[in-house]
């Protein structure tokens, strides 16, 4: 009796110590982090005061946050937007690659899995209005560059570059995975059919496609909402505020001022965001758990 | 294909991956060619060795690979634990609790700068390899559950079954059969631990510090008051990316699995 009571639990025993670490440096946080916001909570000079909802008014009252919001979102739609529509295009031309196809994925793969501090280092110098390549490329052809990162006018565009290509090498090779993986049929019959290949692209491959469509913008999406490596070392959200997103400023609010309130606040509004995102996609992958 | 259309996907790879090539080539070269010549140039290794001469990055690359390798042992040996559980188990909570494994690694880990700053610090986690090798497991040991989940149910339930009809216990059964076949799956999710530990930024550079300062953050401090050393950042650059390099070409399909929770197969 004693034993069939311990084989029932077995499978609770294998997974405690995962979930022991997990709970209180992961899960934990986040509720601790929504009791935070409603203090007024400084490191410098130390202070912690209950305030009810008065954190999250001042933040909605503080232009800061506005345009931070502005950025973030402005950010977070180009990137994922353009690296949707050229990803799709270089996945379908690798697609009938035949030629060293596999060294080809983990050279486009590299951007993607280098650590973003070092990449950002890489651009850094690309972007540099004196030395670097890109205003000396445009030298050659007798243009003046603009200071990009070092100006405000056009910093936000740097940055935006920069990450679309870091991160398009997940696009493309998810959705490259995905055209793959599609059935010959539909393309035999739309050829017999005298279909054209742009026909083919959008009233086939694409509606085939959507579900890993789906998973890419969602994953993109979330990820780039929270990009913080690629912004930091290229311009730490300047100049003057320029490229601050919102998970720049919470850490700036944090670690430069020592705002612990009104950074938890900023944190559980990143989250939430978060999560009506992730809550379309969680949705559709609990619905696949079942199988 | 025609011959045409692998040409361009050739040019394109190469002015696709010119950012890297090009720090590779910076690396090699001394100050005086850094700006003034592209390819042709004569290389030096000058910059690896005042790396760790001058400059003493054997420290950091020493902290990022105990870091790392640390993260990458322990979040694997906790997370395969509990895969096997999910895979070949079936119990009541089985499903919520797989689905809060998961939801907890889609949460923004900028979220939780404020509350892991008064956890670790209360916990005295703080610039110590203990610290943040705990830290970074909670953060990839989801991503492992979810991979090593796959790969045990891809190895047929039945193996087990037949030898534990023969005399074996379960846990023998797992020992002689599963574990040898799961192998592989093991290196790759070993290989993605390490490599998200490697690369990883935010946190370190909060609850880093002198005693375990890593490659991401000390190779951008090179930025000093001194000027920028572009060459010995490029060599340090080149160090940093190589073992991810070579990792890419080991277990691609698994990388892409394994980001995106195996929703996509790679």
């Known amino acids: 009796m004693a034993s069939r009571k311990f084989n029932k639990s077995i499978p609770y025993l294998l997974i405690l110590p995962a979930l022991a670490i997990i709970f209180p440096l992961l899960i934990y946080p986040v509720f601790y982090n929504v009791y935070l916001s409603f203090f007024s909570w400084k490191v410098l000079p130390p202070a912690f005061n209950f305030v009810k909802l008065q954190n999250y008014f001042d933040v909605f009252n503080n232009p800061v946050f506005w345009n931070s919001v502005k950025i973030t979102l402005q950010f977070t739609g180009i990137v994922v937007g353009i690296q949707f529509v050229l990803g799709l295009g270089l996945a379908y031309l690798l697609n009938g690659q035949k030629f060293a196809k596999q060294t080809t994925r983990s050279i486009v793969l590299i951007p993607y899995i280098s650590a973003p501090a070092i990449i950002s280092l890489i651009w850094r110098l690309l972007w540099d209005p004196d030395l670097g390549q890109i205003n000396q490329i445009l030298r050659f052809f007798g243009i003046r560059g603009p200071g990009w990162i070092a100006d405000p006018a056009t910093s936000l565009f740097s940055v935006t570059v920069t990450e679309i290509w870091r991160g398009i090498p997940f696009v493309i090779l998810v959705l490259l995975a995905g055209l793959q993986a599609l059935p010959d049929e539909p393309y035999d019959a739309a050829k017999v059919d005298g279909a054209s290949s742009v026909q083919i692209f959008f009233l086939i491959t694409v509606p085939l496609l959507k579900t890993i469509i789906w998973i890419v913008l969602l994953f993109q999406t979330i990820f780039t909402l929270r990009a913080f490596d690629i912004i930091w070392v290229l311009t730490g959200g300047g100049p003057g505020g320029s490229t601050q997103t919102l998970s720049i400023m919470i850490y700036r609010t944090m670690f430069r001022f020592w705002d612990g309130g009104t950074s938890s606040t900023l944190s559980v509004i990143i989250l939430i965001l978060t999560l009506l995102i992730s809550f379309v996609f969680f949705r559709y992958l609990y619905k696949e758990m079942e199988v | ?266």
């Open chain 2, 1 to 266: 294909m025609s011959r045409k259309t692998e040409g361009i996907i050739i040019i394109l790879v190469v002015l696709f991956i010119a950012p890297v090539i090009q720090m590779v080539l910076m690396s090699f070269k001394q100050p005086l060619d850094l700006f003034s010549t592209f390819l042709f140039f004569k290389p030096t290794g000058a910059n690896y060795v005042d790396l760790f001469s001058r400059l003493n990055l054997t420290y950091f690359f020493k902290n990022s690979i105990i870091i790392a390798s640390g993260t990458a042992v322990l979040s694997v040996i906790l997370g395969a634990v509990a895969a096997y559980s999910f895979a070949r188990y079936n119990f009541p909570m089985r499903k919520f609790l797989l689905f809060m494994v998961l939801f907890s690694r889609m949460l923004p880990p900028v979220a939780g700068v404020v509350p892991l700053f008064l956890v670790m610090r209360r916990l005295g986690f703080t610039d110590t390899y203990g610290g943040i090798i705990l830290l970074y497991t909670a953060f990839q040991t989801p991503f492992v559950i979810w991979m090593m989940r796959g790969f045990f149910l891809s190895i047929p339930r039945e193996l087990e079954e037949a030898a534990v009809i023969d005399g074996c216990s379960r846990l023998t059964a797992f020992l002689r059969i599963t574990l040898p076949l799961s192998r592989p799956g093991l290196a790759a999710t070993s290989i993605f631990a390490f490599t998200l530990s490697w690369n990883e930024f935010l946190f370190a550079l909060i609850f880093t510090g002198t005693n375990t300062k890593t490659i991401p953050v000390a190779v951008p401090e090179l930025i000093g008051e001194m000027g920028i050393f572009w060459g010995q950042i490029c060599a340090a650059g080149t160090l940093a990316v190589l073992p991810i390099f070579i990792f890419s070409f080991l277990a691609q399909k698994q990388l892409i699995s394994g980001l995106t929770f195996g929703a996509v197969k790679g």
